[in-house]
């Protein structure tokens, strides 16, 4: 744990933190991938790191992360925020070069976090304050297709409606509040994600091509 008034672990100057929101199935795993692709991001998505670590043998978090994902309910913080610090410093420890990673640079797609204010709070507080928020925004209709498809081959525990469900309702309870915080700074860039996956890309990379600009403005 932070000491209280302790800086966050990463330096945000160095260290581009973009969080990636909107309603479950809006396309956020599929446009991070193509985001990756053309800037060098590292894509952290904290459902899979939570599933990773619901999966890994000797996790004594494994029963109560498989619940909570089932109920559509949102893990206690701390576990997915330790998950998302230790990623991060492993992606660091690698060395990487390239755009963006160059004198202790990186950048980071932290993907379905913060899903609810104190998680918001604390990650920007403790771990790095985040530059962005991309946030993919469309119909709860769109969204129940696209989840359901999925939940032909995904095996996800909860594509099926009855979790769908109450994954809309944690959403539109926990997480709209967050990109209102964060749009009340003047940090968030909206993207309708109801267009053709193409589509959709062009307007998320113009959008990632903004933040870079703007930062350089900063630099
Ligand atoms: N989850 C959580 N905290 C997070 C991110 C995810 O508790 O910060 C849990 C939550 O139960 C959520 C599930 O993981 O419903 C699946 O998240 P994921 O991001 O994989 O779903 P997606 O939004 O991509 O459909
Ligand atoms: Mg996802």
Redesign the pocket.
């Known amino acids: 744990m932070a000491i209280d008034n302790a800086p966050p672990t990463f330096d945000h100057s160095l260290i581009t933190v973009i969080y990636v929101l909107g ?3 809006a396309g ?2 599929t446009q991070c991938a193509n985001l990756v692709k053309d800037f060098g991001f590292s894509h952290l ?4 790191l ?2 990773h670590e619901q999966n890994r043998e000797g996790s004594e978090y494994g029963e109560l992360i498989r619940t ?2 089932r ?5 206690p913080m701390e576990i ?1 925020i330790k998950l998302l610090e230790n990623a991060m410093k492993a992606e660091l420890e690698k060395g990487r070069e390239g755009e963006g990673w160059a004198n202790g640079k990186g950048r980071f797609l932290i ?5 609810k204010m104190d ?1 918001a709070m604390k990650f920007d507080e403790t771990v790095c304050l985040a530059s962005k928020v991309l946030f993919f925004t469309t119909t709860e209709e769109v969204m129940l297709a696209r ?1 359901l498809e999925r939940g032909k081959t995904s095996g996800r525990e ?1 594509d099926n409606v009855e979790s769908i469900k109450k ?1 809309f309702r ?1 959403y539109a309870n926990d997480t709209m509040p967050v990109i209102e915080y964060y749009a009340s700074q003047d940090k968030v860039a909206e993207i309708d994600s109801t267009a053709s996956i193409e589509q959709v890309y062009e307007a998320a990379k113009a959008a990632v091509q903004n933040i870079f600009s703007q930062k350089d403005q900063t630099a």
Not at 71 to 75: D, K
């Open positions: 309603g479950p199935g956020k795993g998505s904290a459902g899979d939570l599933r909570y994902i109920e559509g309910t949102i893990v997915t993907d379905g976090f913060p899903r998680q989840l909860d994954r944690t």
